[in-house]
Protein backbone atom coordinates (compact mmCIF):
# COMPACT_ATOMS: atom_id res chain seq x y z
CA UNK A 1 0.00 0.00 0.00
CA UNK A 2 1.67 3.46 -1.86
CA UNK A 3 1.25 6.54 1.38
CA UNK A 4 -1.05 8.26 -0.89
CA UNK A 5 -3.86 5.64 0.08
CA UNK A 6 -2.54 6.04 3.94
CA UNK A 7 -4.88 8.39 6.68
CA UNK A 8 -1.65 10.41 7.64
CA UNK A 9 -0.73 13.73 6.95
CA UNK A 10 2.22 15.18 9.47
CA UNK A 11 5.88 14.24 9.30
CA UNK A 12 8.36 16.19 11.95
CA UNK A 13 11.22 17.40 10.30
CA UNK A 14 14.61 19.62 11.80
CA UNK A 15 12.10 20.28 14.82
CA UNK A 16 8.89 21.03 13.25
CA UNK A 17 6.17 18.83 12.17
CA UNK A 18 5.31 19.74 8.51
CA UNK A 19 2.67 18.69 6.01
CA UNK A 20 3.12 15.27 4.67
CA UNK A 21 3.68 16.72 1.31
CA UNK A 22 6.15 19.45 2.31
CA UNK A 23 8.52 16.63 3.85
CA UNK A 24 10.85 17.81 1.11
CA UNK A 25 15.05 18.17 0.10
CA UNK A 26 17.06 19.72 -2.18
CA UNK A 27 18.09 17.06 -4.83
CA UNK A 28 21.66 17.82 -4.30
CA UNK A 29 21.26 16.52 -0.81
CA UNK A 30 24.63 15.06 0.38
CA UNK A 31 22.70 11.75 1.79
CA UNK A 32 20.41 11.40 -1.32
CA UNK A 33 24.29 10.82 -3.48
CA UNK A 34 26.11 9.24 -1.20
CA UNK A 35 23.86 6.96 0.92
CA UNK A 36 25.16 8.85 3.89
CA UNK A 37 22.17 8.96 6.69
CA UNK A 38 21.58 6.22 9.55
CA UNK A 39 18.10 5.16 10.16
CA UNK A 40 15.67 3.41 12.55
CA UNK A 41 12.77 1.44 12.39
CA UNK A 42 10.19 1.26 15.28
CA UNK A 43 6.78 -0.14 15.83
CA UNK A 44 4.19 1.05 17.85
CA UNK A 45 2.05 -1.37 19.12
CA UNK A 46 -1.57 -1.14 20.38
CA UNK A 47 -1.35 -3.01 24.11
CA UNK A 48 -3.88 -3.61 26.41
CA UNK A 49 -2.60 -0.58 28.27
CA UNK A 50 -2.98 1.94 25.04
CA UNK A 51 -0.72 2.25 22.00
CA UNK A 52 3.09 1.74 23.28
CA UNK A 53 6.42 2.45 21.12
CA UNK A 54 8.27 -0.89 21.91
CA UNK A 55 12.22 -1.04 22.88
CA UNK A 56 12.16 2.71 22.26
CA UNK A 57 15.31 3.16 24.16
CA UNK A 58 17.16 0.77 22.27
CA UNK A 59 16.68 1.98 19.62
CA UNK A 60 17.37 5.42 19.95
CA UNK A 61 20.58 4.52 21.46
CA UNK A 62 21.57 2.91 18.10
CA UNK A 63 20.50 5.85 16.62
CA UNK A 64 22.62 7.68 18.06
CA UNK A 65 25.36 5.30 17.83
CA UNK A 66 24.60 4.89 13.98
CA UNK A 67 25.67 8.17 13.91
CA UNK A 68 28.62 7.64 14.93
CA UNK A 69 31.34 6.22 12.34
CA UNK A 70 30.27 9.07 10.06
CA UNK A 71 30.30 11.89 12.65
CA UNK A 72 26.77 12.50 11.85
CA UNK A 73 25.85 14.90 15.25
CA UNK A 74 22.27 14.59 15.70
CA UNK A 75 21.41 17.87 16.85
CA UNK A 76 17.68 16.97 18.53
CA UNK A 77 18.54 15.10 21.90
CA UNK A 78 16.48 11.89 23.34
CA UNK A 79 13.70 13.77 25.09
CA UNK A 80 13.08 15.45 21.77
CA UNK A 81 12.93 12.59 19.40
CA UNK A 82 10.30 11.48 21.76
CA UNK A 83 8.15 13.57 22.13
CA UNK A 84 7.89 14.69 18.50
CA UNK A 85 7.42 10.67 17.77
CA UNK A 86 4.29 10.48 20.37
CA UNK A 87 3.67 13.49 19.27
CA UNK A 88 2.92 12.45 15.46
CA UNK A 89 0.88 8.96 16.67
CA UNK A 90 -1.51 11.22 18.88
CA UNK A 91 -1.90 13.91 16.02
CA UNK A 92 -2.21 11.31 13.53
CA UNK A 93 -4.82 8.87 16.07
CA UNK A 94 -2.52 6.20 15.10
CA UNK A 95 -3.22 2.68 17.43
CA UNK A 96 -0.69 0.86 16.06
CA UNK A 97 2.04 1.68 13.02
CA UNK A 98 5.62 1.81 11.80
CA UNK A 99 8.28 4.71 13.50
CA UNK A 100 10.83 5.82 11.06
CA UNK A 101 13.61 8.13 11.85
CA UNK A 102 16.11 8.93 9.74
CA UNK A 103 18.92 11.83 10.15
CA UNK A 104 21.42 12.67 6.86
CA UNK A 105 24.11 14.72 6.00
CA UNK A 106 22.02 17.37 3.57
CA UNK A 107 22.26 20.12 1.33
CA UNK A 108 25.18 22.30 0.77
CA UNK A 109 27.95 21.22 -1.51
CA UNK A 110 28.81 17.90 -3.15
CA UNK A 111 32.00 16.79 -2.88
CA UNK A 112 32.12 13.34 -0.87
CA UNK A 113 33.50 15.07 2.51
CA UNK A 114 30.15 16.10 4.27
CA UNK A 115 32.09 18.92 6.28
CA UNK A 116 29.77 21.55 5.26
CA UNK A 117 26.76 19.83 4.92
CA UNK A 118 24.29 20.19 7.81
CA UNK A 119 22.06 17.67 9.35
CA UNK A 120 19.14 16.81 8.31
CA UNK A 121 16.57 15.16 10.91
CA UNK A 122 12.93 13.65 10.61
CA UNK A 123 10.17 11.30 11.80
CA UNK A 124 7.65 9.53 10.18
CA UNK A 125 4.93 7.15 11.03
CA UNK A 126 2.52 4.96 9.13
CA UNK A 127 0.78 1.99 9.81
CA UNK A 128 2.79 -1.28 8.52
CA UNK A 129 1.02 -4.69 8.99
CA UNK A 130 2.62 -7.77 8.51
CA UNK A 131 6.12 -7.30 6.67
CA UNK A 132 6.59 -10.57 4.84
CA UNK A 133 2.82 -10.97 3.67
CA UNK A 134 -0.47 -12.21 5.01
CA UNK A 135 0.71 -15.66 5.95
CA UNK A 136 3.92 -15.46 6.31
CA UNK A 137 3.49 -15.35 10.41
CA UNK A 138 1.85 -18.45 9.87
CA UNK A 139 3.14 -20.52 7.04
CA UNK A 140 6.13 -19.03 7.18
CA UNK A 141 8.38 -17.92 3.66
CA UNK A 142 10.22 -19.40 1.15
CA UNK A 143 13.63 -17.86 0.72
CA UNK A 144 16.60 -17.86 -1.67
CA UNK A 145 20.37 -17.53 -0.35
CA UNK A 146 21.49 -14.84 -2.02
CA UNK A 147 24.57 -14.92 -4.43
CA UNK A 148 25.38 -11.44 -2.82
CA UNK A 149 27.30 -11.63 -0.09
CA UNK A 150 27.21 -8.91 2.79
CA UNK A 151 29.85 -6.83 3.32
CA UNK A 152 32.38 -7.28 5.70
CA UNK A 153 32.69 -5.01 9.04
CA UNK A 154 36.11 -4.27 7.92
CA UNK A 155 34.78 -2.49 4.76
CA UNK A 156 31.86 -0.47 6.49
CA UNK A 157 30.68 -0.29 9.98
CA UNK A 158 27.81 -2.87 9.51
CA UNK A 159 26.72 -2.12 12.73
CA UNK A 160 25.00 0.97 11.93
CA UNK A 161 21.98 1.31 10.05
CA UNK A 162 23.10 3.11 7.82
CA UNK A 163 21.17 3.96 4.45
CA UNK A 164 23.41 3.62 1.62
CA UNK A 165 24.11 -0.41 3.12
CA UNK A 166 20.66 -0.98 1.89
CA UNK A 167 21.50 -1.46 -1.80
CA UNK A 168 23.04 -4.81 -0.55
CA UNK A 169 19.38 -5.57 1.19
CA UNK A 170 17.55 -4.37 -1.87
CA UNK A 171 19.85 -6.83 -4.40
CA UNK A 172 19.38 -9.47 -2.34
CA UNK A 173 16.15 -9.47 -1.74
CA UNK A 174 14.63 -8.53 -5.57
CA UNK A 175 17.11 -11.21 -6.56
CA UNK A 176 14.81 -13.88 -4.47
CA UNK A 177 11.69 -12.50 -5.64
CA UNK A 178 12.90 -12.43 -9.19
CA UNK A 179 13.36 -16.07 -8.45
CA UNK A 180 9.25 -16.75 -6.32
CA UNK A 181 11.11 -16.28 -3.33
CA UNK A 182 9.51 -13.95 -0.37
CA UNK A 183 13.05 -13.15 1.03
CA UNK A 184 16.61 -13.68 0.74
CA UNK A 185 19.20 -14.73 3.09
CA UNK A 186 22.81 -13.54 2.71
CA UNK A 187 26.03 -15.19 3.50
CA UNK A 188 29.12 -13.40 4.54
CA UNK A 189 32.28 -12.87 3.03
CA UNK A 190 33.53 -16.05 4.27
CA UNK A 191 30.84 -17.73 3.24
CA UNK A 192 28.56 -18.87 6.67
CA UNK A 193 24.86 -17.49 7.37
CA UNK A 194 25.09 -13.66 8.25
CA UNK A 195 20.96 -12.63 8.08
CA UNK A 196 18.21 -11.61 6.23
CA UNK A 197 18.26 -8.09 3.69
CA UNK A 198 16.21 -6.68 7.01
CA UNK A 199 15.95 -9.66 9.40
CA UNK A 200 18.01 -11.49 11.57
CA UNK A 201 18.24 -15.08 11.24
CA UNK A 202 17.62 -18.33 14.19
CA UNK A 203 18.02 -21.91 13.93
CA UNK A 204 16.96 -24.36 15.64
CA UNK A 205 18.56 -28.08 16.43
CA UNK A 206 17.97 -30.11 18.28
CA UNK A 207 15.63 -28.33 20.94
CA UNK A 208 18.51 -25.62 21.22
CA UNK A 209 18.66 -22.13 19.34
CA UNK A 210 21.47 -20.90 17.42
CA UNK A 211 21.92 -17.31 15.85
CA UNK A 212 25.28 -15.70 14.34
CA UNK A 213 27.42 -13.70 16.29
CA UNK A 214 27.67 -9.67 16.01
CA UNK A 215 30.91 -10.04 14.52
CA UNK A 216 29.94 -11.75 11.68
CA UNK A 217 28.45 -8.48 9.83
CA UNK A 218 25.49 -8.63 11.19
CA UNK A 219 23.27 -5.92 12.24
CA UNK A 220 22.40 -5.83 16.35
CA UNK A 221 18.94 -6.63 16.28
CA UNK A 222 16.51 -5.30 18.96
CA UNK A 223 14.00 -7.98 17.92
CA UNK A 224 17.02 -10.63 17.94
CA UNK A 225 17.62 -9.39 21.36
CA UNK A 226 14.65 -9.45 22.70
CA UNK A 227 14.01 -12.94 21.31
CA UNK A 228 17.35 -14.24 22.83
CA UNK A 229 15.90 -13.07 26.31
CA UNK A 230 12.40 -14.79 26.07
CA UNK A 231 13.46 -17.81 24.44
CA UNK A 232 16.49 -17.60 27.08
CA UNK A 233 13.26 -17.01 29.59
CA UNK A 234 11.60 -19.74 28.13
CA UNK A 235 13.94 -22.14 29.16
CA UNK A 236 15.61 -22.71 26.16
CA UNK A 237 19.35 -22.29 25.04
CA UNK A 238 20.11 -19.74 22.97
CA UNK A 239 23.68 -20.14 21.16
CA UNK A 240 24.24 -16.17 20.01
CA UNK A 241 27.45 -16.61 18.92
CA UNK A 242 27.10 -19.15 16.17
CA UNK A 243 28.63 -19.38 12.92
CA UNK A 244 26.04 -21.11 10.54
CA UNK A 245 27.62 -23.05 7.09
CA UNK A 246 25.17 -22.89 4.50
CA UNK A 247 24.46 -26.29 4.80
CA UNK A 248 23.05 -26.46 8.00
CA UNK A 249 20.35 -24.33 7.01
CA UNK A 250 18.83 -27.59 4.81
CA UNK A 251 19.12 -29.50 7.80
CA UNK A 252 18.15 -27.22 10.58
CA UNK A 253 14.58 -28.50 12.21
CA UNK A 254 13.39 -24.80 12.13
CA UNK A 255 14.45 -21.40 10.88
CA UNK A 256 13.16 -18.14 11.55
CA UNK A 257 13.39 -14.32 10.90
CA UNK A 258 13.43 -11.87 13.57
CA UNK A 259 12.94 -7.73 12.75
CA UNK A 260 10.98 -4.89 13.95
CA UNK A 261 9.11 -5.11 10.45
CA UNK A 262 9.11 -9.55 9.81
CA UNK A 263 8.72 -9.29 13.97
CA UNK A 264 9.16 -13.36 14.08
CA UNK A 265 8.51 -14.96 10.74
CA UNK A 266 8.93 -18.44 10.11
CA UNK A 267 10.99 -20.35 7.14
CA UNK A 268 9.94 -22.91 5.46
CA UNK A 269 11.61 -23.40 2.40
CA UNK A 270 15.58 -22.44 1.42
CA UNK A 271 16.73 -22.75 -2.42
CA UNK A 272 14.26 -25.80 -2.79
CA UNK A 273 15.37 -27.71 0.34
CA UNK A 274 12.59 -27.72 2.70
CA UNK A 275 12.99 -26.89 6.24
CA UNK A 276 11.78 -29.63 8.79
CA UNK A 277 8.45 -30.44 8.24
CA UNK A 278 7.81 -27.66 5.95
CA UNK A 279 5.62 -25.74 8.03
CA UNK A 280 6.07 -23.62 11.26
CA UNK A 281 7.83 -25.70 13.76
CA UNK A 282 6.77 -25.88 17.51
CA UNK A 283 10.03 -23.81 18.84
CA UNK A 284 9.43 -21.39 16.24
CA UNK A 285 5.58 -21.04 16.87
CA UNK A 286 5.95 -20.96 21.04
CA UNK A 287 8.31 -18.04 20.75
CA UNK A 288 6.44 -16.50 18.06
CA UNK A 289 3.44 -16.87 20.27
CA UNK A 290 4.97 -15.48 23.86
CA UNK A 291 6.45 -12.90 21.75
CA UNK A 292 2.99 -11.78 20.25
CA UNK A 293 1.32 -12.21 23.45
CA UNK A 294 3.80 -10.14 25.54
CA UNK A 295 3.19 -7.12 22.79
CA UNK A 296 -0.54 -7.80 23.06
CA UNK A 297 -0.40 -7.96 27.26
CA UNK A 298 2.69 -6.53 28.82
CA UNK A 299 3.82 -8.71 31.30
CA UNK A 300 5.57 -6.88 34.03
CA UNK A 301 9.13 -8.60 33.70
CA UNK A 302 9.47 -6.54 30.08
CA UNK A 303 7.99 -3.19 31.48
CA UNK A 304 10.91 -1.46 30.67
CA UNK A 305 10.43 -2.76 26.89
CA UNK A 306 7.17 -0.60 26.70
CA UNK A 307 7.03 3.18 26.37
CA UNK A 308 3.64 4.68 26.24
CA UNK A 309 2.42 7.03 24.09
N1 LIG B 1 19.36 -6.91 9.94
C1 LIG B 1 19.16 -5.90 9.08
C2 LIG B 1 20.09 -5.73 7.94
C3 LIG B 1 18.07 -5.02 9.27
O1 LIG B 1 17.85 -4.03 8.42
C4 LIG B 1 17.19 -5.23 10.35
C5 LIG B 1 16.02 -4.32 10.54
N2 LIG B 1 16.36 -3.18 11.29
C6 LIG B 1 17.45 -6.29 11.22
C7 LIG B 1 18.55 -7.12 10.99
C8 LIG B 1 16.58 -6.54 12.41
O2 LIG B 1 16.80 -5.53 13.37
P1 LIG B 1 15.65 -5.06 14.37
O3 LIG B 1 15.17 -6.27 15.06
O4 LIG B 1 16.33 -4.11 15.29
O5 LIG B 1 14.60 -4.43 13.56
Redesign the pocket.
Known amino acids: MGFDEMDVDTIWMDGEFVDWEDAQIHVLTHGLHYGTGIFE ?1 VRCYDTENGPALFRWDA ?1 LD ?1 FYQSGEPYELEIGHDREELTEATMELIRRQELESCYVRPIAFYGYNSLGVSPTDCPTRTAIACWPWGTYLGEDALEKGVEVMVSSWRKHSSSQIPTNA ?1 TTGL ?1 VN ?1 MLAGEEARRNGYTEAIVLDKEGYVA ?6 IFLVRDGELFTPALSQS ?2 D ?4 QSVIEVARDLGYTVHDQATISRGELNTADELFF ?4 AEVTPIKQVDNVEIGSGTRGPVTEEIQQTFFDMLESPPEKYDDWFTYV
Open positions: GHRKYSEGPGENILGITRTGTA
